[in-house]
Structure formats: C-alpha cells, structure tokens
Nanobody
Framework: VQLQASGGGLVQAGDSLRLSCAASGRTSSAFTMTWFRQAPGKEREFVGGIFRRTTTHYADSVKGRFTLYRDNAKNTMYLQMNNLRPEDTALYYC???????????????????WGQGTLVTVSS
C-alpha cells in the first residue's frame, strides 16, 4: 500500500486548507486512515481518523475546526482544516492500517503504512 499526501502550504491564521491522502495498492473495506502531525521538537500526535470507513474521531485540539471525509471510490481521505492557528503548524502525515483496533487509533506505532508528509505553516 502506498499513501500520497498533498495540500500543505503557508497560510495566515484564520485561513483554511484541505489536505488529501490518496491510497493505492492492496486496500480493503476495513482500511483505517488517519492523520498525524509533528511540530519541530515535538512528538507525533493524532489529529483525526476514519476507523474502518465507519466512525470518525478527532483530537480535542481540532474538534469543530477540522473535518475528515473520505471518497471511497478514489481511496482518498481529505482533511478540511478551517480557522487555522499558528499552533497547527506541523508536518502532517497520513497513515493507514487494515488491522488496527479502535483502542489503538491514536497510537502512531500501530500503523503499517505512512505517507511522506505535507507541511502546513500558519503565520500569525
């Protein structure tokens, strides 16, 4: 499975961006796709994920501002980010797994597949 992340850029606080993560290869109906982010000097943190194409989960820090959705026909997951803040600045990674359980959704080491990351920079 290959993941291709795109859509990052430099924006001002309050602006919006949409990230995309396209999956190719041996995907399945049980595929979980998730976004993580990593700011300089910080650990990688969970942003949001769609568990097995059913339920959607968000980190508290992005609830109400970020929206995840998925185009199953294209095997692509989107992260619509509104009202961006400087603290959202990070390298955003998409990850996927066909075997992950819900209790491990927010744990980076639980994922088998990773995209290359796309940089989001929010200026104040």
């Amino acid at each position: 499975v290959q993941l291709q992340a795109s859509g990052g850029g430099l924006v001002q606080a309050g602006d919006s961006l949409r990230l995309s993560c396209a999956a190719s290869g041996r995907t399945s109906s049980a595929f979980t796709m998730t976004w993580f982010r990593q700011a300089p000097g910080k650990e990688r943190e969970f942003v949001g994920g769609i568990f097995r194409r059913t339920t959607t989960h968000y980190a508290d820090s992005v609830k109400g501002r970020f929206t995840l959705y998925r185009d199953n026909a294209k095997n692509t997951m989107y992260l619509q980010m509104n009202n961006l803040r400087p603290e959202d600045t990070a390298l955003y990674y998409c990850a996927a797994s066909s075997t992950i359980v819900l209790s491990s959704l927010r744990t980076p080491s639980s994922y088998s597949y990773w995209g290359q990351g796309t940089l989001v920079t929010v200026s104040s």
